[in-house]
């Protein structure tokens, strides 16, 4: 069963339609890239799976339970129960500033789940050891690379348990020398069978990771497959024309 299934979504800023008949479904440990250009609705289509972007029309469920159904929403209380499976990591990081890693991995755990200090303060030192910083727990964000501030908010995200991760362009704020550190955490994460959908330039780590992969453009699923699929034997001018930029 599909642990994530999305119809037909519709989304206009105005006059400006960014998303057209959106539709696809992520099985429980997919890893699943969205490629295209920039401009071309990928984002807002992630940001619309937890309620950070309110669709115009169309269907989004979660596990059989629906956030929205033809355009209209389920009730707070749902949608909040609902999207609370699934861990967003941002483009920016959004860390606290003023909290040290430590903080700001437990911080939304003691707040939302029901669970003793201890046992919150056991998974984030887990955590942190799985993503290699351990030895930066005491530190702020701001005496942090860039690759290690990304690094963090994965492991926040993960702190919440969630059964899926999106990730919005986690990489595209940094130097390229950092890129591969975070890379390797989210390749780490797809090796443990994390299902994640991942919005993403990063070619690479599009075909090597990625079990399927979809390329947008214009608002527009153009066409998804398997990577090797996908890359090797693009099926529209669109798709062809973005990776003779893209991917060389």
């Known amino acids: 069963m599909a642990i994530i299934e999305v119809s037909n979504l519709k989304k206009s800023f ?33 940001r619309s799976l937890v309620q950070l972007e309110d669709i115009n029309a169309g269907s989004i469920s979660f ?21 609370a499976k699934m861990g967003m990591v941002f483009q920016h990081f959004n860390l606290f500033p003023h909290l040290t ?30 993503i290699g910083l351990t030895e930066r727990a005491t530190a702020y964000p701001a005496n942090l690379s860039g690759g290690q501030k990304q690094r963090v ?4 995200a993960l702190m919440m348990n969630p059964e899926i991760l999106l990730f919005d362009e986690p990489t ?22 994390m299902t994640m959908i991942v919005v993403t330039h990063e070619m690479g780590f599009a075909k090597e990771v990625a079990n399927r992969v979809i390329f947008m453009d214009n ?4 066409e998804s ?13 669109r798709t062809k024309a973005f990776l003779n930029r893209s991917y060389k």
């Open 172 to 193: 595209s704020a940094l130097d390229p020398e950092l890129t591969g550190e975070v890379l390797q955490v989210m390749k780490k994460l797809a090796e443990e069978h």
């Open 63 to 83: 596990s059989g339970e629906y956030l929205v159904k033809d355009g209209i929403y389920s009730k707070p209380q749902e949608i909040k129960r609902i999207t």
């Open 225 to 237: 497959g398997a990577p090797t699929e996908l890359f090797d034997h693009p099926q529209f001018d």
């Open 101 to 130: 890693v430590k903080e700001n991995l437990e911080l939304a755990p003691k707040l939302v789940k029901k669970e003793s200090s201890a046992a919150i303060e056991q998974r984030s030192a887990e955590i942190l050891e799985k």
């Open 14 to 46: 105005g006059n400006l339609e960014v998303l057209k008949n959106i539709t696809f479904d992520v099985n429980k440990n997919d890893v699943v890239a969205v490629i295209g250009p920039s401009g071309s609705g990928k984002s807002t289509m992630l």
């Open 219 to 222: 608002g527009e699923i153009v």
């Open 153 to 156: 908010a994965i492991a926040r």
